[in-house]
């Protein structure tokens, strides 16, 4: 294998990684149209597993946009990425598979736990949902970079607190 084709995998790495944190942060700070931008035109989402919706990445953006505006409080952690590209006779392909253990801590905004001066920092700050798991991405090289073709949600765990855990 050549110094380049050696550069290209790095470079695609590096890049693919941004395409997951990118994810990440679109979803914690809502930024639904971020979020549809890192799919390719044919992407889709499926969030079953997770109580959720499955199908286009569009349609999937809005739900999540009415969905998360009952955790204004989130922070997704996406961890051991595990990526494979594809491999053409040495050479790097045009897919790539990803597979990332992920934790979810949110909270709700009109928790009763977080009732009390009406100020922000009188406000309980902590979780009251957490969830953890599996993402499986599938990506794809485009020519505006690389897109996910595909996210699924493989939810393991979930624990909560408060009034979420007396419902």
Do not use: C
Request: cysteine-free; charged content about 25%.
């Amino acid at each position: 294998m050549t110094q380049r084709v050696d550069l290209s995998t790095v470079m695609d790495r590096i890049s693919i990684d941004a395409v997951i944190t990118g994810y990440a942060v679109a979803v914690d700070d809502g930024e639904w149209a971020d979020y549809r931008a890192l799919f390719a035109p044919d992407g889709r989402a499926d969030y079953r597993t997770a109580g959720g919706i499955e199908g286009p990445a569009s349609e999937v953006a809005q739900w999540l946009s009415q969905t998360m505006l009952l955790f204004p409080v989130r922070q997704h952690l996406i961890v051991n990425r595990r990526l494979d590209l594809q491999d053409l006779g040495g050479y790097p392909g045009d897919g790539a598979r990803v597979q990332a253990d992920y934790m979810n801590p949110m909270r709700l905004g009109n928790d009763a736990e977080g009732a009390g001066s009406g100020t922000d920092e009188a406000r309980p700050t902590a979780p009251n949902f957490v969830s953890g798991g599996r993402y499986a991405f599938e990506l794809v090289r485009t020519e505006g970079g690389w897109r996910i073709r595909g996210v699924t949600v493989h939810e393991k765990w979930r624990s909560m607190t408060g009034a979420l855990a007396a419902d």
